[in-house]
């Protein structure tokens, strides 16, 4: 009797690995979500909405209820310039905006304010006649809440203020004040006392009297003469002396 070794027998044909066969879905089985990529994909559009949010809260002024909810003074915001050349660096902040101090405005319900972009810088515009009483310096209390307001929105800005005040070329002012320059001085010194009471810095501000000598509109109108007689809070640019 012969002993059969493994080279005396026949060999099977290896047959080929069988190809996966997809499994039938059970009954109430869907199988794959062919939607579940809009997780990740909504996971990075909150990213970026993040990313936007904290670049828009870097700008000057930084809202107060903002900081309390980062934890953080706002020396920390900062603008990130990207570069494929230079490192991530931080960059000053830009000049307080027209657009956004006129939405702070009319968030008060401040429409008698007006504000101008000026080379110099934001120029925020309060009506004499509407602020102050015909002739005086005092200011009325209108006045003193709107000039409130718009404290708690300045003493966060980082610019130099120049307060400075206007008349038209008839106005002369009550009994103590010899010429119209005195009457422009009083009323943008109220202002700038009302500031400071409101924790605008005093370091940051200064004054001065233009009386009649830089009209916006005609003095041949009467209602050039009125929008003449002003109080401008000129926000100024960086680098620009008070």
Do not use: C
Not at 23 to 28: C, E, L, M, Q, V
Not at 133 to 147: K, S, W, Y
């Amino acid at each position: 009797m012969t002993e059969e070794t493994s080279e005396s027998r026949p060999r099977r044909p290896v047959e080929p690995p069988a190809e996966p066969r997809e499994r039938p879905a059970k009954d109430g089985d869907p199988g794959p979500d062919p939607d579940a990529w809009m997780v990740t994909f909504s996971d990075l559009l909150t990213l970026l909405m993040t990313f936007f949010v904290l670049i828009f809260a870097s700008q000057d002024p930084v809202d107060e209820k903002l900081r309390e909810a980062f934890g953080q003074s706002s020396g920390v915001f900062g603008l990130f310039r990207l570069s494929l050349f230079q490192d991530i660096t931080v960059t000053p902040r830009q000049d307080v905006s027209q657009d956004r101090v006129q939405v702070f405005l009319d968030e008060i319900g401040a429409t008698d304010i007006d504000v101008k972009q000026e080379d110099q810088g934001l120029v925020i515009t309060l009506p004499s006649d509407t602020f102050f009483p015909p002739g005086r310096a005092e200011l009325n209390d209108r006045a003193r809440r709107r000039i409130g307001e718009l404290a708690k929105y300045l003493r966060f800005t980082k610019h130099d203020i120049r307060l400075e005040g206007h008349t038209d070329n008839q106005e002369t002012g009550a009994p103590g004040f010899t010429n119209p320059y005195d009457l422009s001085l009083a009323r943008a010194n109220a202002v700038l006392q009302l500031l400071q009471r409101n924790q605008v810095a005093p370091a940051r501000m200064s004054l001065t009297a233009y009386g009649p000598l830089r009209p916006r509109y005609t003095n041949l109108s009467r209602a050039g003469r009125e929008r003449n007689r002003r109080v401008d809070i000129v926000i100024l640019n960086r680098g620009r002396a008070p």
